[in-house]
């Protein structure tokens, strides 16, 4: 599954833009589909050939922070079970998921 592509890049807020927004949009959602891990990305950008996002990252502590995307990618679960996106993802407002 490629876990970013052209058109959901072009959607993506830029770093930083919705730094001082109350409750900012979360526009992906990747997931572990094999156990714990949830990341819900507010916001990034490319950097050096890959992607830095900023939102809610849940390893069973739930906490804002950055992600890189080539991490996201080289983690491997049982049977070779990757990081997903949720494809059926609607935006909707951080405080929602935080719920």
């Known amino acids: 599954m490629k876990l970013m592509t052209k058109a959901l890049a072009a ?3 830029a770093l930083y833009s919705q730094e001082h927004v109350e409750d900012p949009l979360v526009v992906l959602h990747y997931f ?21 996002f900023f939102g809610l990252c849940d ?4 906490e804002l922070g ?11 679960g049982p049977f070779g079970l990757g990081i997903e996106r949720d494809l059926h993802w609607t ?3 951080l405080s929602a998921i935080r719920k």
């Not at 507010?42 to 050939?49: I, K, Y």
């Not at 390893?59 to 739930?62: C, I, Q």
């Not at 950055?66 to 491997?76: G, H, N, P, Q, W």
């Open 91 to 93: 935006p909707k407002p």
């Open 59 to 62: 390893l069973g502590e739930p």
């Open 11 to 13: 959607k993506l807020p």
């Open 66 to 76: 950055y992600v890189v995307l080539s991490e996201l990618e080289a983690v491997r």
């Open 32 to 52: 572990n589909p094999s156990g714990t891990g949830d990341w819900h990305i507010v916001e990034g950008e490319a950097r050096d050939g890959d992607y830095l």
